[in-house]
């Protein structure tokens, strides 16, 4: 059984959008406060850090979820994904050109955990109804948009055209 | 907004848990999905010396049906679960439930028995459990106890769960023949926390008249409730009968009030939602029959 | 001089903002780390909402390993004054508590400490010592003689009363044929930007000079502010926004109170010091639109003219006037005729202090609440005398033949076609098929109603238009203000590339694509050549007062100032062309990256050789052409001046029109509204990028549907805060969003020369008042009151007065009624016990049964004559705190009845509450005890976790009496724990 002691700073490893890294973290360290400032890794953002905004949202271990309420220490090993490990290069995934298309992002703060549930939404679920796409929106808060142009987007990049 | 210090200790097995809940007692909090820990940590209303993290405890994971009863592993995911035939096959109300707890990026990682040990009164899992007369499988050191769940949910956040077990399992009954199982709830926004859930259990024999029932309520009271319904064997499954056993239970809650709902409110979404639901449960088992 | 063509101007052109966003690569500002040696700040906040400190102790949490240092009001004070009001009431406003805690929420202390963990742990540590005061939250209760009073210096908690009139309102009053009125209560609610408000603050020596950069919007007439309370001149405090903003609608402007307080923190503690706030902080204290209560009167003749209007603006400031409120309630003021030819007017503003967080600027700003009580008086008018909502709305609307139309309150409309707006929207809403399905539902005996809001969309504010609230003495004692300069800096460097400076620190609304739109159709280039900075460093950017983000005033004034920047660049483009390629400067054009003459394309040069030019050989130079290209304009509309001596001021340059129009479906049996249909018809003049025009319109109409369907920030009727998560906070996600049918109509602004208007407030103005006109036509009552949530509707479809959950209410008549609050916990049971009234009533009262019988109790300790004081531990779960309790018993009447007074505090919160206890005597020789308590609950556990208060607070109370009954029986009892639940399993609450 692996133990920390509370004030004990501990190496966490672990691979991130392709690459293994590591930082150091006390167990109380919130694995979004982990990726942002251990990692720098910014993308990912926090709105809430009670689980309910979806900002934070990236993929671990090929699903997506809330990395606020999730501890570094615990994610010793895991694989992750983050906003940052979506484009190649310049070129952006269908999905982020299409929120460029369809205007799907005002501030851009919540679209960084917006674009990982959808791009693990729709590895599973590649021909979702509307219906279907608000329901798995229904975790996330975005102030800007109204959601309309996001729907549309992910719309569009499941069935194109749409 | 961040937790107080909290030392760490991740279980490689069920024995080292429990061993460490020995040890630690109430100082230690359970950590599977953290999805209600997780926030409660973070809003330091929650305080442990120890988090005590069983992710990667092997075999909590599984999902078995033998003799009846479908036992699903502590660490059993929601969407796991939901996806499962097993559970999809077996245990429909479940099946029915799931889909309302939380959202797609809660239910990737949310388990069914952290949902079970948090014992939220509005919430869907626990609400199954108790309708369908499952149990709740505890480890503490050197025993093991199986309690049902009517006893399990004692309040608000509040189980029977002692200071030093470990909930290793959750323990469904099987379908049952001639019934309809159905699931329905009402909440201010889609995925939240509902204001009344509706969970029935619906046998209708032959003849068109009501076998065995099990009517279950979550969110109204401090914690999931079934409604006794014994009485209403023998008659007539049709939409009047789902309404007197919807005004009874109605009759019979002591509601809770929350910033949501009052009272008033609650009683009468016990009465519409419970009529509703009901109705569509005999009228399915009727057909089926 | 040819016009330039239009290209980009009012194409959808995809933003340019985007691909850093997407890619995780955009910076806000809690990715920076602009200094180096940043400490990290965290603020304790007051717990209780009127409290009075005795005493705070620093010095546990100054010695805690990691913390850099603690402050506190005393030190703070020692280098700031307060933050100055346009309200002159003796209600000091200090961005930290000063002696009292007025809100929760409050700062109290500061402490900055090696990371932000560390620094929440040693707030822990800070020990205060309040003594509770009461509380006022209700805006017509704070106006009372008996309320409690938050600034003993002021005297009252009226900060401020002023009345206009405009016209003749008593003759159109006295002649009128029928008066309607409509009461206005309207709620507390913010657009929660996703991001919250964060800073990092830099003092340093040589010279003194304070650098803080945050995601501040402006407006930076507040920079004037802050150096006012920070006793500097302003080349002082250098604020820098970060490049990207998280979403404001308004809500970041109030970060300002944080910007000196940590500016003065970083000085006080000798480091930078980062401040992020969390999102609880957020929601119990940072800002939100003001809520308001009054009424609006309207005088009609029989054919539905509204000849006359009244308004009482009740407007709960919160705690403090802190600038620029009362600028909310001014906002529309010059407009309160909205989009009707009504001219006699009559307004009361009364600005009342409370003990809620100060209120600030918010999307819609003033305007929700201003259409909420005109709509509601034209829907109840139109069924008063009759008409057809449509109808009198026809009657009543400004005609396309008026514009430009300067209002009774002096707005400039600068043009309009309200008519046709008002067409459209029943063109696409379909109105007659939708007025024959509501017969139909109703037929059916469902409740299906329709409603409609319409109104104008003011944007660009003219500065000037806050001190309104100041009197026409004190504004001429003050010296005149007016105006709204707008400025834009364009330059082209030694390569040619193209630079725009907006200083209009965006949060998402796309200002750099659209300043690159204009820019490269004046200088006939392409968007993507041109790079726009939009934020400010007041150190070395061009900005005045009106600068920032707010008023929906970059397509109304900013954009004039890059248009007219980017005019003088293309004129000097034009010249130095013109001279190369020997023609007049009135031939050449500037298309397709190319100076040309016009007719004669292939007589071109390319733009970029042009501009190089004026840096690589300013010799070679037309006489009388500059060097360089760098042309910055600094504007204001020239329509905006000063308040008359009438009270009247053009407060805006442009004004859209929103036309709303919504039918809904209500389920009588859970209150669940389904919107059927929503329509809402816009005029935003040219639209320069209809993809961003689309983005505004869905947004606003989310907030306005937040708004009218969820969003509230809850107190209890003492001033504790109730919904601090989002969990309590309700935003509305993806599946509440109806479907939204937009239209549009066009009437160019005449004020500049892009023909645009201001915009994006738009249906988060009109949604609101929209969807209660159409909920009170369905249930056919004028009682409805936002935000329209399942319960409150019930509760109105089945006429009954809503009560939020706790609320007091009569129940059957078991247990003696203990009067709660409004918010607060209520209950009652009856527990049957096996010893005779006397021997109970001993009990109750000994001080050993007490600390046996009271939860988690460690210690009671008799204190007088029926007063205890107790150390208790109460936990649910593993929520756990301790308290420290007083209780004391009054009302005896041995041994029938007494009454229980308690309150607790400790680390999570506090309460207060009171319990009546009856015995009587049964037949069998024991005691029949029923109960009845009343409890509030602050701090923490009420603002987090208030879904949960309510049953613990029964379950406490039902362990008191299952410990008294043990006390009684102790064998009978000695059973296993859920005993308690058959107990009292039925027939108590
Ligand atoms: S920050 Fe994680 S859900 Fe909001
Ligand atoms: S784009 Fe701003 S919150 Fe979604």
Known sequence: ?162 | MKPVAFGYARAETVEEAIDLLAEEGREASVIAGGLSLGAMLNMRLVRPRIVLDINRVPGLDTIVAANGVVTTGALVRQVDAFRDPTIASHVPLLAHALPHVGHYQTRSRGTLGGSVAHADPSAEIPLALVTLGGAVVLRAKGRTRRVPAADFFLGVLTTAREENELLVALEWPTRRPRTVYAFDEIAQRHGDFAIAAVAVAAEVVPDGTLGHLALGLGGIEDRPIRIETAGYAGRRADASLAEAIAEDAASRVVPIVDLQANADYRRQLVRVLGRRVLAAAFEDAVRGA | MTEPARKWIGAAVPRMEDAALLTGNARFIDDLEPVAGIRHAAILRASHPHARIRRIDLEKARAHPGVIGVVAAAEVTALIGPIPSAVRAAMAYYPIAVDKVRYVGEPVAVVVAIDRYVAEDALELIEVDYEPLSAVVDPEAAAGADAALLHEAHKSNLAQSRTFHYGDPDGAFAAADAVFKAHCRYPRYSSTPMETYGLVAHFERAPDRYTVWSNFQGPFILHALMCGSLKIQGNRLRLITAPHSGGSFGIKQALYPYIVLMAAVSRLVGAPVKWIEDRLEHLMGSSAAADRAGSVEGAFTRDGILTGLRFHNLVNVGAYVRAPEPASVYRMHASSNGCYKVRNIFIQNDLVVTNKCPVGLNRGYGGPQFYFALERLMEIAARGLGLDIVEIRRRNMLEKSQFPYISPGGSHYDSGDYLAGLDETLRLADYEALKRRRDEARAAGRLYGIGIAAGIEPSGSNMAYVTLAQTVEERAKAGAKSGALGVATISIDPSGAVTVRTASTPAGQGHQTVAAQVVADALGLRPQDITVVSEIDTLTSAWSLASGNYANRFASIVITAISQAAERVADKLKAIAADELEVAPEDVELADGTARVVGVPEKAMPVRRVATSTHWNPAGLPQGIAPGIYESVVMSPEMLGSPDEEDRVASSVTYGYVCDLVAIDIDPATGRVTVDKYVSVHDVGNELNPLIVAGQVHGGFAHGIGGAMLEELVYDADGNFQSGTFADYLCPTAPELPKLTVGRVRTPSPTNPLGSKGMGDGSSMLTPAALANAVADAVGSDEVELPLTLNRVWDIAHGRRHERAGAPRARIGAGPQAAAKPGGLVGEGTVELAAPPAQVWALLLDPKTLASIVPGCERLDLVGPDRFVAAVTIGVAAIKGSYQAEIAIADKREPASMRMIGKAAGALGHGAGEGRVRLEPTATGGTRLSYSYSANVGGKVAAVGQRMLGTVARVLIAQFFKGLERRIEPEATAEKRSMWRRLFGGGDA
């Open chain 1, 1 to 162: 059984m692996i133990r920390v002691k509370p004030d004990e700073r501990v190496r966490v490893s672990l691979v991130v959008n392709g690459r293994w890294l590591f930082g150091h973290a006390e167990p109380r360290m919130l694995l979004s406060d982990f990726l942002r400032h251990e990692l720098k890794l910014f993308g990912t953002h926090v709105g809430c850090e009670h689980g309910v905004c979806g900002a934070c949202t990236v993929e671990i271990d090929g699903r997506a979820t809330r990395s606020c309420l999730r501890y570094a220490v615990q994610c010793d090993g895991a694989t992750i994904r983050t906003v940052e490990g979506l484009a190649v290069g310049d070129t952006l995934t269908p999905l982020q050109a299409a929120f460029n298309r369809h205007h799907a992002l005002q501030c851009g703060f919540c679209t960084a955990g917006i674009l990982m549930s959808t791009t693990a939404f729709l590895a599973e679920n590649p021909k979702p109804t509307e219906a279907e796409v608000r329901d798995m929106l229904s975790g996330h808060i975005c102030r800007c948009t109204g959601y309309e142009q996001i729907v549309s987007a992910i719309m569009d990049v499941a069935h194109g055209g749409g």
